[in-house]
DNA sequence: TGAAATGTTGGGGCG
DNA sequence: ACGCCCCAACATTTC
């Protein structure tokens, strides 16, 4: 009766509203968090050295209690389990196809061993297969998903921390994060991400707290600019689950309405619609969606893909984006709108190149939200903009950095170009020393893009 | 959660 | 005073 339960932490590195946590602690059994690292799915470079402090942040709040393992994460459960005698298993549900069925092997397993598992509701504001149409298929359009989510708020309650833990004494062994090497040492390439970055629960906590106090209100208006504090820069923390959707929402919902909190609401439901689609569509991060881009004739020139890597395209706010990632592992979703679609329409390089080295370099990787993004832009996704909507960089650049801020910070070479001339610098007839001409001709690209896309599409418009 | 091309309009310069 | 033209500003359509 008082065998222990094992509580398996994957992104859920939190106290508050964590559901398996607080039910398993109620159970006044003796606890063992348990987190594995399984090389199979471990996460990209960016997202590692986040891993590691988040997990130091965690494992700092709960008095090093955490336990360590590497391994088969089934094994690794398994073999805890044996250890220390545990009768049941609890964790937080997941959601991307290769997780729901890792847990359900996991849990099957568990299960004809006698262990009583048991999950509970994971990282969204609803469960996928609770939300659908009238047909009971699930939305491919964002509007009327939106006006489903909607309709169910408010909703779950969150969890509050749960109170004093009681811990299994049983001895076990956990291993060193050190030994992991999640955090680069030879060449610090996190260098950057030190000074833009502080991961774990509490800071995640401040992050929406400074985002209420500061940027909440002229959300709507000063969201799309880079050059500016905007954006609420809580996706990390929101993708490790420092911080839950759940908690997000109440917190941000129980204020007055107005432009600036319904806008950021309604950037949480992307996320949760996002969530959603690969749940119901497991394909949706490997294959586009529209069937008639299986066709398209995509680019492998590896020279095009490294210069949009390194950000040395020769379109400033392009280039911005890409090293603002390359340094802080993250990036301002105006700015990826705008560097996938030079990726995938200027250069028509494959989305999947681009959603890959996404998902290495940023901090907020989300197999999801990458490849909703991606198709999205692409113009092959479920809801996904017109095929021949292509963005114009300079005139992006222009719109949404107006007096240059944003480029000038990440493109240094430009320092001194005048912002009338910041987003074509190839016009000015100085100062651009090392600084590329454009690698591909605007109007040109823009036509052979626009070429290739209806061949592919069939009638004459893209949207459904 | 576009951009570019094309069409329309209306004020003002000018013969 | 009038009609004509120019063209910026705005609207529509096309990609």
């Not at 529209?290 to 680019?299: I, M, T």
């Not at 990036?331 to 390089?349: E, G, Q």
């Not at 000015?428 to 690209?445: K, L």
């Amino acid at each position: 009766m008082t065998t222990p339960v094992v509580v398996l932490l994957r992104r859920d590195l939190r106290l508050d509203d964590n559901p398996a946590l607080a039910f398993a602690t109620t159970a006044a059994r003796p606890l063992v968090l348990l987190y594995v690292l399984d090389p199979a799915t471990a996460p990209g470079s960016a997202a590692r050295w986040w891993l590691h402090h988040s997990l130091t942040a965690f494992n700092r709040s709960i008095g090093g209690r955490l336990v360590l393992r590497r391994g088969d994460e089934t094994a690794v459960v398994e073999h805890v389990v044996r250890e220390v005698g545990a009768g049941a298993v609890h964790w937080n549900r997941r959601y991307e196809p290769s997780a729901v069925a890792h847990d359900k092997a996991l849990k099957s397993k568990l299960t004809a061993s006698g262990i009583e598992v048991v999950s509970h509701p994971g990282g969204l504001l609803a469960e996928p297969w609770t939300i659908a149409t009238a047909l009971g298929t699930p939305f491919k359009v964002f509007t009327p998903f939106f006006a489903a989510l909607m309709s169910r708020a408010p909703f779950a309650k969150v969890i509050p921390s749960p109170g004093a833990m009681r811990w299994c004494e049983s001895p076990l062994a956990s291993e060193s994060l050190k030994d992991w090497y999640l955090v680069p040492k030879k060449p610090n390439w996190a260098a950057g991400f030190e000074t833009a970055w502080v991961p774990g629960e509490e800071s995640a906590r401040r992050a929406l707290l400074d985002f209420i106090d500061e940027a909440m209100e002229p959300y709507a208006s000063s969201r799309d600019r880079p050059d500016k504090r905007g954006t609420s820069r809580l996706s990390p923390h929101l993708a490790f689950g420092e911080i839950s959707a759940r908690r997000l929402w109440n917190t941000i919902a129980a204020h007055r309405p107005g432009a600036g909190r319904d806008g950021f609401l309604r950037q949480l439901v992307w996320r949760e619609f996002s969530a959603h689609l690969l749940f119901h569509f497991p394909d949706l991060a490997s294959r586009p969606f529209r069937q008639a881009f299986e066709r398209f004739p995509w680019s492998t020139n590896a020279e095009h893909v490294r210069a949009w890597q390194r950000g040395r395209t020769g379109y400033p706010i392009v280039d911005a984006g890409m090293r603002e990632l390359w340094t802080t592992g993250w990036m301002h979703n105006r700015v990826r709108m705008i560097a996938a679609s030079f990726l995938t329409k200027h250069l028509r390089i494959d989305w999947r190149v681009g959603a890959a080295w996404f998902l290495d370099t940023l901090v907020d990787a989300d197999l999801a939200n990458n490849a909703a993004g991606w198709q999205w832009v692409a113009g092959s996704g479920t809801d996904a903009a017109p095929y021949f909507r292509i963005f114009n960089p300079t005139l992006q650049g222009q719109k949404f950095d107006p007096d240059g801020a944003y480029v000038r910070r990440w493109v240094p070479e430009l320092i001194d170009v005048p912002a009338s001339m910041i987003h074509k610098p190839w016009t000015a007839m100085s100062s651009v020393q090392g600084y590329p001409p454009p690698m591909v001709d605007h109007a040109t690209a823009r036509a052979e893009a626009l070429a290739a896309l209806k061949s592919v599409n069939p009638g004459n418009s893209g949207s459904e």
